[in-house]
């Protein structure tokens, strides 16, 4: 019996080696890190802060390469077609895993096998704001004025299908009422009309409407995250208002499918290393981001859980951009 003991342990020990060398031995070469936006926005700021850190925790280069198009699709797309070796990974959230395969009839990768995730990075709570000359000066007034004006009030979003979209649609269900949606090229042009009074309000991206709160031009009525925001800590939460309204726009890390479990898990150790380095994790709050990072399984188990939110929410508003 301890003969077959012995044996027993030597075959695990030998097929554990394998995926340790392998872990070690990553990586070899330069890392590609997929970002699916042009360059120059928050997402692309994002990721370069990463592939920064993340080469100087792995010892090797990762460089970032931004594959716009199609929402993102066409980044993403590349990386589910990419080698399954750990050196093309994507950074990207939602509207690529969650939001696109509600969104549209054709894609060209399936958000969830055709991907292993290796860990969220972070989630970015949403602000609900209007112009600071508005007459609503809270959240409470704010309800109590869409009630009462329902479809003769309007709100700003940076695009069909988008988060700033969305997630006044999801507040359309929650609250039943009926504020007309008016699509802008981008979240600059969506912010510029509420400050020229061309909308009544927008929900957007804390990093977009900043700048204008700081400045005071802009009121931040509430945000929607599960917690308040770093960014606005004296600004309730709508679900803490009590209305159930939770839409912050996360982003990722990626691999191909049937990336190596060693590569990914070295992927997630390495980037909740990096995500403690203040040069890091400083600026992505300085962003209005919150850093959230836990690992493969938390990842795909979220993931799965914004899939089916958001596809309830885009089927009811019966929203289609392709």
Partial sequence: MRAFARFACLIALCLAVPGTAL?????????????????????????????DQLGKVLGGNVIVENKPGAA?????????RAPADGYTILLSGA?????????YKEMQYDPVKDFAPITQL???????????????????GFVEMLKAKGNTLNYSANGNGTYPHLSVELLKQILDVKPVHVTY????????????????LSQNHIPIVLSHVKSGRL??????????????????TLKEAGYDVVASAWFGL?????????????LHEATATAAKVPALRDKLMAQGDEVVVEGPEKF?????????????????????VQ
């Fill in 219 to 236: 009121r931040v009525l509430a945000t929607t995250g599960t917690a308040r925001s770093s960014a606005f800590p004296e600004v309730p």
């Fill in 254 to 266: 990626f691999a191909p499918a049937g990336t190596p479990r060693a590569i990914v898990d070295r």
């Fill in 300 to 320: 795909l188990a979220y993931q799965l859980a914004e899939l089916a939110k958001w596809k309830g929410v885009i089927g009811r508003a019966g929203i289609k």
């Fill in 185 to 200: 090229k981008g979240g600059g042009q969506a912010i510029t009309a509420l400050l020229a009074n061309e909308v009544h």
């Fill in 23 to 51: 872990a070690q031995a990553y990586p070899s070469k330069v890392v590609h890190l997929i970002v699916p936006y042009p360059p120059g926005g928050v997402v692309d700021i994002t990721g370069r802060l990463l592939a």
């Fill in 72 to 80: 993102g699709m066409i980044g993403a797309t590349a990386v589910a």
């Fill in 95 to 103: 509207a690529t895993h969650a939001f696109a395969p509600s969104l």
């Fill in 122 to 140: 972070v989630e970015g709570p949403l602000a609900l704001v209007v112009n600071a000359a508005s007459p609503v000066k809270d959240l409470a």
